[in-house]
T-cell receptor
Framework: KQEVTQIPAALSVPEGENLVLNCSFTDSAIYNLQWFRQDPGKGLTSLLLIQSSQREQTSGRLNASLDKSSGRSTLYIAASQPGDSATYLCAVRTQGGSEKLVFGKGTKLTVNP | DTEVTQTPKHLVMGMTNKKSLKCEQHMGHRAMYWYKQKAKKPPELMFVYSYEKLSINESVPSRFSPECPNSSLLNLHLHALQPEDSALYLC??????FGAGGVHETQYFGPGTRLLVL
């Protein structure tokens, strides 16, 4: 059974700092991995999706990497801003054609002005 | 347009009530999903519809009844719920073309319906 773990559970940083969020998964047979952002009481916003054959994806100040063999992904946020404060969720889609995503519990990020 | 809409935003219901949650997307997506999210927990998959057919039911109690009337709409009918069913209910959609790769696999989420069962 696929399990997804995110460390740390919470992170507080000053504005402008670069930071890394971590995600690990137990079964390396994944189809893709997706990073989401969730603001309190809101839905999820997709940030980046990495296919199993890819090593990284970039969008603006965000860079996500994937090391499938070691079961790890990182989300790098450059020059953090208060508006980046949210919970960041990592989710993996396992191989086999299932549409099911398995989520980690998330990292709650606070960027202080 | 990458929007998934959900109505209502908030819902309060008694344990004997019958209500429905609605979800709509006009992105041409053929896979639609219902998730349940409790406070400070990640979303948990409930149902998946693929090409308007139920493809995944994650052993959800029968008091939750999904319906996909057409490729743009997804409903979740609620009946005889329990207080522990109070949660944020999220709808999502994706292209649903397995193997298409890239952005086509992205799931787009709606803002959710906050449900309180008294």
């Amino acid at each position: 059974k696929q399990e997804v773990t995110q460390i740390p559970a919470a992170l507080s940083v000053p504005e402008g700092e670069n930071l890394v969020l971590n995600c690990s998964f137990t079964d390396s047979a994944i189809y893709n991995l997706q990073w989401f952002r969730q603001d309190p009481g809101k839905g999820l916003t997709s940030l980046l999706l990495i296919q199993s054959s890819q090593r990284e994806q970039t969008s603006g100040r965000l860079n996500a990497s994937l090391d499938k063999s070691s079961g790890r992904s990182t989300l790098y946020i450059a020059a953090s801003q208060p508006g980046d404060s949210a919970t960041y969720l990592c989710a993996v889609r396992t191989q086999g054609g299932s549409e099911k995503l398995v989520f980690g519990k998330g990292t709650k990020l606070t960027v202080n002005p | 347009d990458t929007e998934v809409t959900q109505t209502p935003k908030h819902l309060v219901m008694g344990m004997t009530n019958k209500k429905s949650l609605k979800c709509e997307q006009h992105m041409g997506h053929r896979a639609m999903y219902w998730y349940k999210q409790k406070a400070k927990k990640p979303p948990e998959l409930m149902f998946v519809y693929s090409y308007e057919k139920l493809s995944i039911n994650e052993s959800v109690p029968s008091r939750f009844s999904p319906e996909c009337p057409n490729s743009s709409l997804l409903n979740l009918h609620l009946h005889a719920l329990q207080p522990e069913d109070s949660a944020l209910y999220l709808c999502a959609s994706s292209h649903g073309f397995f193997g298409a790769g890239g952005v086509h696999e992205t799931q787009y989420f709606g803002p959710g319906t906050r449900l309180l069962v008294l």
